[in-house]
């Protein structure tokens, strides 16, 4: 499942965005998976199965935009060199494409479960119904 994340508290109070914001801009940039050409969901780690099933999912065009950037990623890491500045990944272009995904199969499974874990009872018959 998906670790807990702070960011729907932080975007809720202002002062406190207004606070983390560069923070977290200085982060970003220190990852380096953008000057690479990456999405942050590029880098999500794959051994998960419910990551597994989100990849499987991925419309063709998007599958093959992802495998792209990871080989070009890898050529860069290899070469010990980073992309030309103008083909970083922006800002604007680093949306989640993967997590949505991910949120949809971890609601499925949940629900599932709640599914399978559900006993059914039959009803009892009122026996002194007639008295």
Request: net charge neutral; proline share 7%; aromatic share 8%.
């Amino acid at each position: 499942m998906s670790a807990p994340s702070l960011a729907p508290y932080i975007i809720k109070r202002p002062w406190l965005r207004r606070w983390v914001q560069p923070l977290a801009n200085w982060y970003v940039n220190a990852a380096g998976y953008r000057q690479l050409g990456l999405k942050a969901d590029d880098i999500l780690p794959e051994e998960n199965d419910v990551v597994q099933l989100a990849l499987k999912r991925l419309p063709p065009k998007e599958a093959y935009d992802r495998v792209y950037r990871l080989r070009r990623a890898f050529q860069c890491s290899v070469s010990h060199q980073l992309l030309p500045k103008e083909e970083w990944t922006k800002d604007e272009e680093d949306t989640p494409y993967l997590t949505v995904l991910i949120k949809e199969i971890e609601t499925e499974m949940a629900e599932r479960e709640d599914l399978e874990a559900m006993v059914v009872t039959k009803r009892q018959a009122k026996a002194n119904a007639g008295k």
